[in-house]
């Protein structure tokens, strides 16, 4: 009999799981799994649980939005050997799965994990951390933070939305320079991510054309500054239109970078406050977990 040990958010999109988790243990208990399960307690606890109890399991299974996830994943990239990911989302936008085609549906994406079919993801490093498909900074990234938990469970994705109307009128450029292959840009920017994912903050198209999740190279995207209203005006029509070519926005995709500044920068890791930095080095380590996939 194999071991799975599953971690869920038990607060994550309005506690939904309460609903589905008598289901979900069902599903593993046929599939001849012996479960073992943790509830999360506080931030960081899910990378805890894994870190330090997940050696031996054969399946580690989690469900939670996208922070809960980069916990989990960030404790995986600490086992050796590294046991299967299966991921329930629960969460209020859920882009990680949105990606991968893993479904919304709680009770079919756990039926899923059981036929083990896998698929070998690349997985970023941001310094000494990791992050599963976005790192992010400038406009509007510390809505995916600061906004409440009761306020996202009671209004869904528009959360976001409105919290990140109310910083419009604050947002202030920051002066980088950023080093890859064997490219130097120095410039100033509202916004930058980089990213391994076909949607961000529940919008797809704004990491770029071409999108392989497997492909050892990361997504990058900067806004660069507007001095006027018409340009940012400009620069709101292209990312309606997901025309990310115009003269406002730096797009590539690279394996590896170097951002830095002269002032301590507040980061976003799939949607968790990533501290406050001078100097960032992002790394894609390609294929670095296997995660249960729909096999369609």
Same mark, same amino acid.
């Given at each position: 009999m194999e071991k799975l040990l599953f971690v869920f958010n038990p607060t #994550?999109?309005? +506690?939904?799981?309460?609903?589905? &988790?008598?289901?979900?243990?069902?599903? /593993?208990? $046929? #599939?001849?799994?012996q479960v073992t399960v943790y509830t999360t307690q506080y931030q960081g606890h899910a990378r805890e649980i894994v870190k330090e109890r997940g050696k031996g399991y054969d399946l580690i299974v989690c469900s939670g939005g996208d922070g809960t996830l980069n916990e989990v994943v960030s404790g995986l990239m600490e086992l050796e050997p590294m046991p299967i990911l299966g991921y329930i989302p629960s969460g209020?936008?859920? =882009? /990680? +799965?949105? #990606? @991968?085609? @893993?479904p919304k549906d709680m009770v079919l994406a756990a039926k899923l994990i059981s036929k083990r079919n896998v698929f070998r993801c690349d997985i970023g490093k941001f310094n000494d951390r990791y992050f599963t498909y976005v790192a992010a900074f400038g406009a509007f990234t510390a809505v995916t933070y600061m906004t409440p938990q009761q306020t996202k469970n009671v209004l869904g994705h528009q959360a976001y939305v409105l919290e990140g109307v109310k910083q419009l009128s604050s947002i202030k450029p920051v002066h980088l320079k950023i080093e890859?292959?064997? %490219? *130097?840009?120095?410039? =100033? /920017?509202?916004?930058?991510? *980089?990213s391994n994912s076909t949607s961000v903050g529940g919008f797809k198209g704004l990491t770029? $054309?071409? %999108?392989? &999740?497997?492909?050892?190279? #990361?997504? *990058?995207?900067l806004i660069k500054n507007v001095k006027n209203p018409i340009g940012f005006t400009n620069i709101v029509t292209s990312l309606l239109t997901r025309k990310l070519d115009s003269e406002y926005f730096y797009s590539f995709k690279t394996n590896k970078l170097k951002i830095t500044s002269k002032q301590p920068i507040d980061w976003v890791l799939d949607g968790e406050f990533g501290g406050s930095h001078t100097e960032v080095n992002i790394e894609n380590c390609k294929e670095a977990i296997c995660i249960c996939v729909d096999d369609n």
């Amino acid at each position: 009999m194999e071991k799975l040990l599953f971690v869920f958010n038990p607060t #994550s999109g309005k +506690a939904k799981i309460r609903d589905y &988790l008598l289901d979900i243990l069902d599903s /593993f208990n $046929k #599939s001849n799994y012996q479960v073992t399960v943790y509830t999360t307690q506080y931030q960081g606890h899910a990378r805890e649980i894994v870190k330090e109890r997940g050696k031996g399991y054969d399946l580690i299974v989690c469900s939670g939005g996208d922070g809960t996830l980069n916990e989990v994943v960030s404790g995986l990239m600490e086992l050796e050997p590294m046991p299967i990911l299966g991921y329930i989302p629960s969460g209020t936008t859920n =882009d /990680f +799965a949105t #990606s @991968i085609h @893993i479904p919304k549906d709680m009770v079919l994406a756990a039926k899923l994990i059981s036929k083990r079919n896998v698929f070998r993801c690349d997985i970023g490093k941001f310094n000494d951390r990791y992050f599963t498909y976005v790192a992010a900074f400038g406009a509007f990234t510390a809505v995916t933070y600061m906004t409440p938990q009761q306020t996202k469970n009671v209004l869904g994705h528009q959360a976001y939305v409105l919290e990140g109307v109310k910083q419009l009128s604050s947002i202030k450029p920051v002066h980088l320079k950023i080093e890859y292959d064997d %490219v *130097v840009i120095e410039d =100033d /920017f509202l916004y930058g991510m *980089v990213s391994n994912s076909t949607s961000v903050g529940g919008f797809k198209g704004l990491t770029g $054309k071409y %999108v392989e &999740l497997n492909d050892g190279l #990361s997504e *990058v995207t900067l806004i660069k500054n507007v001095k006027n209203p018409i340009g940012f005006t400009n620069i709101v029509t292209s990312l309606l239109t997901r025309k990310l070519d115009s003269e406002y926005f730096y797009s590539f995709k690279t394996n590896k970078l170097k951002i830095t500044s002269k002032q301590p920068i507040d980061w976003v890791l799939d949607g968790e406050f990533g501290g406050s930095h001078t100097e960032v080095n992002i790394e894609n380590c390609k294929e670095a977990i296997c995660i249960c996939v729909d096999d369609n």
